[in-house]
């Protein structure tokens, strides 16, 4: 659903006019401390000469949104095939451009067959720097995505529309922290305490947390201390261009 409400039949976003751009993937690994192995990669889009996902995402709007949001989900298993993914992929989505979840999904579905990567190995973050305008039509999207048996997951959590009022309305499989409450946490007692209060309601509802943005070993400390587990950032790997980067592990502390 568009932010004016309109619902695009199916053939407007199966066969709608193509990206004025071209875009390709980076891959961030997500690390699980637990078991010192890749939890997941998540897929970032870039522009083919590595221009950045903020400078990509400029420029989608109201009249491509959709074909990016398909092409993207489509781009992202295809490369998770090719780079032998042997773990989850993350792929972020935009929920106003999904006007109808069983459909919109064909796709993801379709690409997975034919790159020949399991979709039991899906996760869809959910992204949206704009106001989500209907809840329900979300609530919607995640139990299809669930009865599909893909993984969600709230990104950004912490920062602009993503926080407590929207697990009061349904329950994502994990959050990831924002990384504005994770940077320099270790030294500032009110990221703390809002982190370990968005801890004790996840544990409550059995959700798994992942802490992004994670850039020093201090910061890291910290989380762990608190018990999160699953950790992305540049302190493990920068976001390798169409490629899985080297993980650097840290030190036994």
Known sequence: MSASGAMPPCRSCRDGQALPFEFTMAFQPIVDL?????????????????????AMLAQVNEDNRYVFDQSCRVKAVELAARLAIPCYVSINF???????????????????????FPTERLIFEITEHEELVDKEHLKSIIREYKRQGF???????????????????????????????????????????IVQGTLGVCRALAIEVIAEGVETAAELALLRS????????????????????????????
Not at 94 to 116: D, G, K, S
């Open 34 to 54: 637990r078991t010192h192995t890749v939890f997941a990669y998540e897929a970032l889009i870039r522009g083919v000469d590595g221009t950045g996902a903020e």
């Open 94 to 116: 935009l929920p106003n451009a999904v006007y109808q979840a069983a459909t919109c999904i064909r796709a993801t579905l379709e690409a997975a067959r034919r790159f020949h």
């Open 151 to 193: 993984k969600t997951a709230i990104d950004d959590f912490g920062a602009g529309y993503s926080g407590l009022n929207l697990l009061a309305e349904f329950q994502p499989d994990i959050i990831k922290l924002d990384m504005s409450l994770v940077r320099e946490i270790d030294h500032d007692p009110v990221r703390q305490a």
């Open 226 to 253: 608190m018990g999160i587990e699953l950790f992305q950032g540049f302190l493990f790997a920068r976001p390798g261009f169409e490629h899985l980067p080297a993980v650097q592990w840290p030190e036994p502390a």
